[in-house]
């Protein structure tokens, strides 16, 4: 017990998160989002023989967690409950947090980790737009009344990040 207990502290300490802010506007012209990567744990202690682990919260995580009463993605449950697939669920979170610009370009790194793509995903667009992007798109146009346009934006001759242009049509078409 003694061991998991020093190894689940260690992997806690391992571990990150990574978010997306909303970036300021340079010339009156939205900035693609700013991509924050950070530790959940600051530091750990391990007492050795005495069975006990002391947490200490990274320190500019905390902002972030005492702020989620009011910063927060928030979408309306009774539509989103219709979603299917995960990666709907996923991109309505990405969408709903750039809401207020309309657009998203996030490169395709970001975003395959963001979908929680498998690694082979990763290593092919294709795949990508075939199992995650088109599905996803076509399932939030047609359960959740989203008119979304998405376009590869390449880099050389690789895809290297994608744009959407989105907004929320609030007019759902009723099913008969």
Avoid: C
């Avoid at 061991?3 to 990574?18: D, E, G, M, P």
């Amino acid at each position: 017990a003694y061991n998991q207990l020093q190894s689940a502290a260690k992997q806690l300490y391992n571990r990150s998160i990574t978010f997306y802010e909303t970036a300021a506007k340079r010339n009156g012209k939205p900035l693609s989002p700013t991509r924050v990567q950070m530790r959940w744990v600051g530091q750990v202690k391990y007492q050795e023989g005495e069975g006990w682990v002391e947490l200490h919260w990274w320190p500019a995580l905390l902002p972030h967690l005492t702020g989620l009463r009011k910063n927060f993605t928030s979408y309306q449950l009774q539509q989103a409950s219709a979603l299917r697939s995960i990666y709907s669920w996923r991109l309505l979170e990405l969408l709903t947090r750039f809401e207020d610009t309309g657009w998203l370009e996030i490169s395709i790194e970001d975003f395959a980790q963001s979908m929680d793509a498998t690694e082979k995903q990763q290593e092919n667009f294709a795949a990508i737009r075939r199992k995650i992007i088109e599905p996803a798109v076509k399932e939030l146009t047609t359960k959740d009344g989203w008119m979304i346009q998405w376009r590869p934006v390449k880099k050389g001759r690789k895809v290297g990040a994608l744009r959407f242009d989105f907004k929320r049509n609030d007019q759902l078409a009723l099913a008969l």
